[in-house]
């Protein structure tokens, strides 16, 4: 199969915004839509919206998380990349913890969909957030690094990472969220401290201007 072109993947992630951003409208409206109901308001074919949130209750408890997706980054205060990440997790889990029962309906109704090849079934907004907050470190690691500690840390986050530590290790909230906040600071320290990235910093120093 050819790979899909830039364009239409782009494409394909604006009418899925479009489709949320008019879920979250009507959400916000006291309405409870259908999927029809967001595909009319959301100027994009029912068929389409169809395609891409299959059941009502997808798009609903997608579009719910939509509404919160602002209060995350805006929350990130700390330069040092390691306390960036532990706050970037701690806020994800309170959110987590407010929205669990639509997360929850989320995972149910994705688990069993085909892989998109456009990228992941969810948590596009996860990897995306993580992304900004560690932003700062991108031109310190290498580009394997970089995507491996980004990975890393959508592991310490999110419904997932909660079904594993408390449904699957039996942890209380609070210890869940402690742990998951060990995980994500352990995580990025342990990029800071691979040699790959302190022969990158080294090299940064010895080209600059200053470093003679």
Known sequence: MAAESPTLSNQRRRTRAALLQA????LAQGVTPTVAQVA???LVSRR???RYFPTADQLLADAALELTAGEI??????TD???RADELVATINEMTL???QSLRTL????IDSPRDPDGPRRGIRR???IEQVLEPLREQLSPTAWRRVTAALALTVGIEARLSLVDVAGLTDEEAGLVSRWAARVIVQSALDDPDHAALVGQAGKDHPNSA
Not at 23 to 26: S, V
Not at 107 to 110: A, D, F, K, M, P
């Open 107 to 110: 995972v149910r109704t994705t």
């Open 23 to 26: 879920a979250g409208q009507l």
């Open 48 to 50: 389409t919206a169809y």
């Open 40 to 42: 009319d308001e959301a």
């Open 73 to 78: 980054t805006s929350r990130i205060t700390a």
């Open 127 to 129: 990897m995306a957030w």
């Open 98 to 100: 407010r929205h669990e």
């Open 81 to 83: 990349p390691v306390e």
